[in-house]
C-alpha cells in the first residue's frame, strides 16, 4: 500500500521524506489557505522533496478554465498530479487529461457509482472521502470496499483507490485489509501509527533492565 500525505505544510514533509515512508503528496485548497502560500510556490517546493505524484487540485469548476489552470499547474513538475472535482465537468477535463497521459487524480468521491465513472475517464487516482461520510452518520469504508470490488471486476480500469479524509489509524488498517492502493493521510495519524502502550512499557523496561548493567556499547 503506497502512502500519501495530506498537507501543503513543507516542514511535514521534509519529515517524513526523511522515513522511507512517503510515496507521494496530497493537497487542496483548504490545505494550501491553511499554509498561508501560493499554491505555485508551494507545489514547487514539495516536488523538489517528493518524486512520487504531488496533487495539485483546480480551483476553476468549467472545463476550459480547469484545463488552463491543469496546464500552470503541471508544468511545474513531471510528479504533478492534477486533482479535479468529481463533477461532469471534472471528469470531462480528467479524460482530455488522461488521454495526453498526465496524471489526474479525481476528488471528492462520495459514491460508487462516482467512482467507476472516474475511472472509465482515465482517472489515475479516485479520492473517496470516508472521514466526510462517517461525519454523516454513514460508513465511509463500505464505500471503499465496494470500490475495490468493482474495480477488481474490471481489470481493464486502472485507477487506483486513494482513501482519503482518514481521520484515524482503524481507517487506515481497514483500507488496507480491503486492499486499497493507496492512503492519504494527515500528518497527525501517522505520528498516531507507531504508537503501542506495550512498545512503550517493553521499552522502559529494557532501559532499566540494560541500566542496571552498567554496560554501553559504544
Ligand atoms: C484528499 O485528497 C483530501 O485532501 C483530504 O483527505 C480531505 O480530508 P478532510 O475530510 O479531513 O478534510
Request: with cysteine.
Amino acid at each position: 500500500m503506497k502512502f500519501f500525505v495530506d498537507t501543503a505544510e513543507i516542514s511535514e514533509i521534509r519529515e517524513l521524506a526523511t522515513t522511507g515512508l512517503l510515496d507521494g503528496v496530497t493537497t487542496n485548497p483548504s490545505l494550501i489557505a491553511k499554509s498561508g502560500r501560493k499554491i505555485l510556490d508551494v507545489i514547487a517546493e514539495i516536488c523538489e522533496v517528493v518524486s512520487g505524484p504531488v496533487s495539485a487540485e483546480v480551483a476553476a469548476t468549467e472545463y476550459k478554465q480547469m484545463l488552463d489552470e491543469a496546464e500552470v499547474l503541471k508544468k511545474i513538475a513531471p510528479n504533478v498530479a492534477i486533482k479535479v472535482p468529481l463533477t461532469q465537468d471534472g471528469l470531462k477535463a480528467c479524460y482530455a487529461l488522461s488521454q495526453e497521459g498526465t496524471m489526474v487524480n479525481v476528488t471528492l468521491c462520495f459514491s460508487p457509482a462516482q467512482a467507476l465513472l472516474a475511472a472509465k475517464a482515465g482517472a489515475t487516482f479516485i479520492s473517496p472521502f470516508v472521514g466526510r461520510l462517517d461525519d454523516i452518520g454513514q460508513n465511509g469504508m463500505d464505500l471503499i470496499a465496494d470500490i475495490v470490488t468493482i474495480y477488481n471486476n474490471y481489470p481493464n480500469l486502472k485507477t487506483e483507490v486513494l482513501v482519503a479524509s482518514i481521520r484515524n489509524p482503524v481507517h487506515l488498517i481497514e483500507a488496507a485489509k480491503m486492499g486499497a492502493d493507496v492512503a492519504t493521510i494527515p500528518p497527525s495519524v501517522i505520528k498516531q501509527l507507531y504508537g503501542h502502550p506495550l512498545t512503550d512499557k517493553g521499552l522502559s523496561a529494557f532501559l532499566k533492565d540494560w541500566a542496571s548493567t552498567g554496560q554501553s556499547i559504544v
